[in-house]
């Protein structure tokens, strides 16, 4: 099984910041088994990158996503207010055959 | 535009069994995988399984198997996902999830359904 894990558990930043979010595996995922997700409170997750680097449909090209192998990276160049909210990291792959990390709370400092 | 619709919240006794609904609109049904994710109250997403409509086949989480059953109706465009030998740790927000035809990610979600399992 892989295990997504993800860094920081909470992140403190301020809007107009960069947040760089973290999400390591315990083996090699394929980029091109490799999203994210926003989850606002009472909401259902938003796709917001796949693939490692592609930004789903109606995503702001203040999100990016990068890296390969067992380290992946979620940036946000300058926050806005309504970017504060749980991030998760999810992989594709071997059973299970679908992985959440267990998120990042970006929070406003 | 692309909808899922699920059920309203559920009420359970331990050992008793909730069976949630997720009905999908303005896409081609059976060509999507869908997928169930669940949410424990201020955790993280855990997927308990999915199915593939056109050609009737589940796969479960081994976590779940022997007590979740994920089933489809083509004609009426909806999944299900039945969950047996309820506990309390089953209390949860149940999603259902459609998988993109570009890759293994979720593109549209539903809103939820909350279930509570309590004596």
């Known amino acids: 099984e892989i295990v997504l894990t993800q860094s920081p558990a909470t992140l403190s930043l301020s809007p107009g910041e960069r947040a760089t979010l973290s999400c390591g595996a315990s083996q090699s995922v394929s980029s091109s088994y490799l999203a994210w997700y926003q989850q606002k409170p009472g909401l259902a997750p938003r796709l917001l990158i796949y693939d490692a680097s592609s930004r789903a449909t109606g995503i702001p090209d203040r999100f990016s996503g990068s890296g390969s192998g067992t380290d992946f990276t979620l940036t946000i160049s300058r926050l806005e207010p309504e970017d504060f909210a749980v991030y998760y990291c999810q992989q594709y792959g071997s059973s299970p055959l679908y992985t959440f990390g267990q998120g990042t709370k970006l929070e406003i400092k | 535009q692309v909808q899922l619709v699920q059920s309203g919240a559920e009420v359970k006794k331990p050992g008793s069994s909730v069976k949630v609904s997720c009905k999908a609109s303005?896409?081609?049904?059976?060509?999507?995988?869908i997928s169930w994710v669940r949410q424990a109250p201020g955790q993280g997403l855990e997927w308990m399984g999915r199915?593939?409509?056109?050609?009737?086949?589940?796969n479960y989480a081994q976590k779940f198997q022997g007590r979740v059953t994920i089933t489809a109706d083509k004609s009426t465009s909806t999944a299900y996902m039945e969950l047996s030998s309820l506990r309390s740790e089953d209390t949860a927000v149940y999603y259902c999830?459609?998988?993109?035809?570009?890759?293994?990610?979720?593109?549209?979600w539903g809103q939820g359904t909350l279930v509570t399992v309590s004596s």
């Open positions: 303005g896409g081609t049904f059976s060509s999507y995988t």
């Open positions: 199915i593939i409509p056109i050609l009737g086949i589940a």
């Open positions: 999830a459609r998988e993109s035809l570009s890759g293994p990610h979720y593109d549209y």
